[in-house]
């Protein structure tokens, strides 16, 4: 398989849909859809009406009929609901998941990819985030079914994934091990994924193995990967700290600057001579969205650059067009400027990992609208799993009602400016949730700095721009030794 220049980072939730990942893959490079509570935007779709009918489309050629006519029947509603009803929720995501969620992960995994790739040759990967265990198997396995060509699996040490990605080829049984809170020696808790007892009686033919590529931010974390991972490494993404989303949290002790973000240094930056002599091809990902950076990776010997904020704000990306359009007007210049609208928050995520966040007008990033929110957790993606006293397991999230946090043992200091990023990054994509107590849930961007360089893609008046712009802004420049 010839390897992509350029790959459209996974943006979760729903930034980097089918889309958008179609998008890119027509131009020849990587598209990357996102796996994380895939779930959910599946079927909010779904409660929407299915506009265009892809949905139902892509279920047509889903293996199980039984389980997509359960599924239609559960969620679809002809013609959508209102804008004020409640959307209904699957069963939280959890380690020893109901059958019915099982299936449901592997569908929405499976139609997600299947549109991104219908009717072309394109490559297309899947992204997860290893912090989100409890979806993640079903998830694969669906992609694998619709033939996903990569996946890609960021913030955490994903070294039980190659394993399982060779197991689900043959339809065969799957485990990882539980990251836990907390936890002591002794405690091993699997979250398991068995393709043919949630799908009996299926005749599968052999699936095809796609190419696993960890997103690491060290050379350590490449090395670990390589020598201790169950199974082959086929490449690395290194991000760095200015890359949208989740950043590694710097080494060491925790500092923070005058403005209240942690401080990188030095040693946070990947050994790119180590990782150059791993022999894997990699990608360079973090503020290398444009034709300067992109030639600087290459003259470095990567294969070339993951690119997500530049994706973010194109026409193709999953956010609603509305928040696209203010956050392009007011970095391109059309409108008035904020000043460092990028924030590194060391709190706002739940995983405890710094998160990027636009300074947006009337989303959460100002307090009086996060403070407005109604604390609740109803999604639980990003709950933390702990064993407890009678060894059962327990869910908790810093971002729930602080009351609850603490009877699960939880300390109130790690709930402060704590944020629902389940529900708010739902919102971002237009499927945020109308709460039965009339709350309805706020979006929270993230992007990373390179939102300030927006305006090389825009053309000049305009307030938007598109996938296929931005690959050929990105590859203008490429020096004749460079181009394919
Ligand atoms: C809106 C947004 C959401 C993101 N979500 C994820 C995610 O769910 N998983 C992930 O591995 N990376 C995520 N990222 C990181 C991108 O995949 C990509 O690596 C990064 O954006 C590259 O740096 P850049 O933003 O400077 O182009 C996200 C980035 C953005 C801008």
Redesign the pocket.
């Known amino acids: 398989m010839a390897l992509p220049m350029i790959i459209q ?4 939730i729903g ?1 980097s849909d089918w889309r958008l990942a179609r998008a890119v893959s027509l131009q020849g490079e990587l598209g990357v859809v ?1 796996g ?1 509570g895939i779930n959910c935007v599946f079927i909010r779709r779904l409660q929407l009406g299915d506009v265009g009918g892809h949905v139902r489309r892509a279920l047509a050629h889903f293996v199980d009929h039984t389980t997509v006519e359960k599924i239609l029947k559960t969620y679809f509603v002809e013609g959508g609901i209102d804008d004020v009803t409640h959307f209904k929720l699957s069963s939280v995501a959890q380690v020893h998941a109901p059958i019915a969620l099982q299936r449901l992960n592997v569908v929405a995994g499976f139609v997600e990819v299947f549109l991104a790739k219908e009717a072309h040759n394109g490559l297309v990967g899947i ?1 997860l ?1 290893e912090k989100l265990q409890t979806s993640n198997l079903p998830t694969l396995y669906g992609a694998m079914l619709a033939g996903v060509d990569a996946v ?1 699996i ?2 955490g040490v994903p070294r039980e994934m190659p394993g399982v990605i060779e197991l689900f080829t043959n339809h065969d049984d799957a485990s990882v091990k539980a990251n836990l809170t907390c936890a002591d020696a002794t405690s091993d808790v699997k979250i398991t994924f068995r393709p043919r007892a949630v799908f009996p009686g299926l005749d599968l033919p052999r699936l095809k193995s796609p190419l696993f590529f960890p ?1 690491i931010s060290s050379l350590t974390l490449a090395q670990h990967l390589v020598q201790r991972s169950t199974g082959k490494v086929d490449g690395f ?1 290194v ?1 760095g700290a ?5 950043n590694a949290p710097p080494r060491g002790q925790l500092k923070l600057s005058e403005r209240g973000e942690p401080i990188y240094g030095v040693k946070d930056q990947a050994d790119l001579t180590g990782i150059r002599e791993l022999g894997l091809p990699f990608w360079l ?5 444009s034709p300067d950076r992109l030639n600087e990776a290459l003259s470095l010997g990567a294969n070339g650059i ?5 994706f ?1 704000f194109c026409d193709e990306s999953g956010i609603t067009k509305s928040l696209r359009q203010r956050v392009i007007r007011s970095w391109t210049g059309l409108d008035s400027l904020v000043a460092e609208p990028v924030f590194t928050d060391p709190l706002a995520s739940p995983t405890g990992f710094p998160f990027k966040v636009v300074k947006l007008p009337d989303t959460l990033s100002e307090k009086p609208i996060y403070e407005a929110r109604p604390r609740k957790c109803d999604l639980g993606y990003l709950r933390q799993i702990l064993v407890g006293g009678d060894g059962k397991l327990v869910y908790r999230c810093p971002a729930e009602p602080v009351e609850d946090f603490v009877r699960k043992g939880g300390k109130v200091e790690d709930t402060v400016d704590r944020k629902c990023l389940c529900n708010a990054l739902l919102a971002n994509i237009g499927l945020g949730q109308r709460q039965d107590d009339g709350y309805h849930e706020q979006p929270l961007l ?5 939102l300030l360089h927006l305006r090389q893609f825009v053309a000049p008046g305009a307030d938007h721009y598109s996938a296929k712009d931005v690959l050929g802004h990105l590859k203008s420049a490429l020096t004749e030794v460079h181009i394919p």
């Open positions: 980072g996974g943006m979760g930034v996102s994380t992204n985030l890609l960021g913030a997103i993404v991000e200015l890359a949208g989303g989740h990902a973090g503020s290398y969205g993951q690119v997500g904020t530049a973010a993230t992007s990373g700095d390179d």
